[in-house]
């Protein structure tokens, strides 16, 4: 399925203004090969459709213009949409503006309250756009109303939000309700925006002011994630859709932070508007946005905006067949265009190109489910989590996706395709930022952002390691050190891996044992598994060699012997490197318990020190005992994930036995 979209306005645009031109428009954009259009439902402080909650909050139900008296477009739009199978994602092109000039307009007369306030704390205008507090409980509370509305009301696929929802000029925020807000958190004022345009006036590189800008746009995003679940509570195949001003640019102007958007999962489809008037510009930007913003199973979610007109400009035939044609080169399925008038331009010129090259089959139907196949609604319905530990019971209700177990009173948790931490009272410690994060252990958690390594204590700050290169990407993240892979801390010592060698840090992240091994494992019991010329040994943590390297794989000591491969097979040695049971399980793991779980053919049983099989091999996977139970499964396989390329287990049934 293609996704082949435009945008239906009102400026310069008479397709609303008539159920006879909404009914033609339909129809052409039928017989032209798309198959959704995003028609504008709420600009200048008004809704293009029959609103209850604007009549109760402002006494006007509709856009008091002639044209739409006694008419609903909206509704007129979906119907005639519907006669020739187009979706219909109404679009809040306004979003947290007010007005255009007119100091803001009837919203900010009657709810002055509501209005964005700047540095010098005037209402907030921007290009002569006036705007609402987008910070404003109230004033979300409002704009989600009006979203929940439309979903509840009309026949709609999704909804639609883009450069102006969520987002908020650079310039705003200094209302005291967000400035008090700001200062209980950070113990100070906001500072004062730099020159809109002035790359050059150096208050965009202080450290307040991006923190400042990070803070907002993290609340407008926190607000998304909750639209994103208000709507899909009221069905969970309505798309949501976005379409903001490219980032990082629209991140940094109007804290758009469009790549967290996508990265917590939060849109359904996105349209980034790539409004270049160059085809190489063009291909430059979809270029950058594959390569760094998004990765391959978020791909399917960028459908880009593609400018047609605008002023005096107008695209050419030979461009917007290229630029269709490029996004089909590098794997996305679809754009939408800004806008209708465009197409019916020169006896429609730009619209009959499209028809009869790269549009000249058809896109197939708008299919809600296939798109909500990339996506994460299905883990966003009821998902409340209850969290057990043998000493207590913790009830949690947290809007994420997965959650682990808590460890050291902290839980790795995820949204989207990012991972952060809560503490026992739901508080996140950190931004959802890191694409691994592992449990805590001994108090720290290593955590992973683009295949590089770090190390955050309970308050999510990270440990300052300074003895090797140091990086800086401007990010947070790699301000310090980053290793290329690491293990968690046991007996204060981590394993980290710098360049292609492996050696080991203390919790002050100092380098105790320098990076000389091919691989590593954790320290247990005093002792350490390395790798050395392709063969494993055991170290102390003076990095002395206890055992020599002479094995194929090596595991950490448990209860004083370590799970090894000669061959093919695997056995148990003790401290001094002497085989204790012999090599010859296909599978196993550590002793605990007094008990280790291994594998004989295609079975799995329990064997004691003597290699004597305690509990029968009749399962078909079998995990090590942790208070006199263990995990099983009959029934189940082993399977390899090729793009992954690891294997996971699945199917059977899962169960506890208990220790003879």
């Known amino acids: 399925m293609d996704i082949r979209g435009v945008w239906i306005t009102t400026t310069d645009s008479k397709v609303l203004n008539s159920k006879d031109n909404i009914a033609e428009a339909m129809k052409f954009l039928a017989d032209t090969g798309f198959n959704v259009v995003f028609p504008v439902v709420w600009n200048q402080g008004f809704t293009n459709y029959r609103s209850e909650v604007m009549l109760k909050n402002f006494g006007v139900e509709i856009n008091p213009r002639e044209e739409f008296k006694k008419r609903d477009p909206l509704a007129e739009l979906i119907a005639e949409a519907k006669k020739v199978n187009l979706a219909v994602i109404p679009w809040f092109e306004y979003g947290f503006m007010s007005s255009y000039q007119r100091n803001g307009g009837h919203i900010i007369a009657k709810k002055p309250k509501w209005a964005a306030i700047d540095y010098a704390g005037k209402n907030l205008s921007v290009n002569d756009y006036y705007w609402l507090n987008a910070l404003d409980s109230e004033v979300q509370e409002f704009l989600l109303s009006l979203f929940l509305e439309v979903v509840k009301k009309y026949e709609v696929v999704g909804i639609q939000g883009d450069d102006h929802f969520p987002c908020f000029p650079m310039e705003g925020g200094y209302d005291e309700k967000t400035t008090a807000r700001y200062q209980q ?7 004062k925006p730099p020159e809109r345009g002035n790359s050059k006036d150096p208050q965009w590189q202080n450290p307040q002011w991006k923190q400042w800008v990070r803070w907002r746009a993290d609340i407008l995003s926190n607000f998304l994630s909750r639209v994103y679940r208000e709507i899909i509570k009221v069905n969970p195949e309505l798309i949501i859709s976005m379409a903001p001003s490219i980032y990082p640019w629209g991140y940094e102007n109007y804290l758009q932070d469009s790549q967290t958007w996508v990265d917590l999962g939060l849109v359904d489809l996105i349209h980034p508007q790539l409004y270049q008037r160059e085809l190489e510009l063009y291909k430059r930007d979809i270029n950058r946005l594959v390569a760094n913003q ?142 691994t994060a592992a449990p805590f252990s001994e108090g720290l958690a290593l955590v992973s952002i683009k295949n590089k390594y770090r190390y955050i204590d309970k308050t999510g700050q990270f440990i300052p390691v300074k003895t090797v290169k140091e990086w800086d990407d401007g990010s947070s993240f790699f301000k310090g050190i980053v290793f290329d892979d690491g293990a968690s801390f046991s007996e204060g010592m981590a394993a980290v891996k710098i360049a292609d060698k492996w050696g080991y840090i203390d919790q002050t992240g100092k380098i105790i044992i320098p990076a000389r091994f091919d691989d590593a494992k954790s320290f247990s019991e005093d002792m350490a598994a390395v790798k050395i010329a392709n063969q494993w040994g055991y170290i102390s943590k003076t990095g002395e060699t206890i055992i020599l390297s002479q094995f194929d794989d090596a595991t950490s000591f448990s209860e004083g012997l370590a799970l090894v491969k000669v061959g093919n097979k695997l056995g148990y040695i003790d401290r001094t490197g002497q085989f204790i049971i012999n090599p010859q399980f296909d599978e196993a793991d550590i002793f605990s318990e007094g008990l280790a779980p291994a594998k004989l053919g295609k079975k799995w049983g329990y064997i004691n020190q003597y290699a004597e099989f305690i509990i029968p091999p009749n399962f078909d996977f079998a995990k090590p005992f942790s208070q006199k139970m263990a995990l099983v499964n009959v029934g189940g396989e082993l399977k390899q994930d090729q793009e992954q390329e690891k294997a996971y287990f699945t199917g059977g049934k899962w169960g506890y036995i208990r220790k003879p």
């Open 185 to 191: 958190e950070f113990n100070q004022q906001p500072p």
């Open 294 to 435: 998004f990765n391959k199973q978020q791909l399917p979610q960028l459908i880009p905006g593609i400018l047609l007109k605008q002023s005096t400009y107008r695209i050419d035939t030979e461009h917007l067949y290229q630029a269709v044609k490029y996004n089909r080169s590098v794997g996305i399925q679809g754009e939408v265009f800004w806008f209708y008038e465009g197409l019916r331009e020169n006896n429609n010129a730009l619209a009959n190109i499209l028809k009869s090259s790269i549009y000249s089959q058809p896109p197939g139907k708008f299919d809600a489910k296939e798109i909500k196949n990339n996506t994460f609604t299905h883990r966003r319905i009821n998902n409340d989590y209850c969290y057990i530990t043998t000493s207590e019971e913790i009830s949690l209700k947290v809007a994420f996706d997965w959650v682990e177990p808590f460890s050291e009173g902290m839980a790795a948790l995820k949204m989207g395709y990012k991972w952060g931490f809560i503490d026992k009272t739901g508080k996140l410690i950190s931004r959802l930022q890191f694409d």
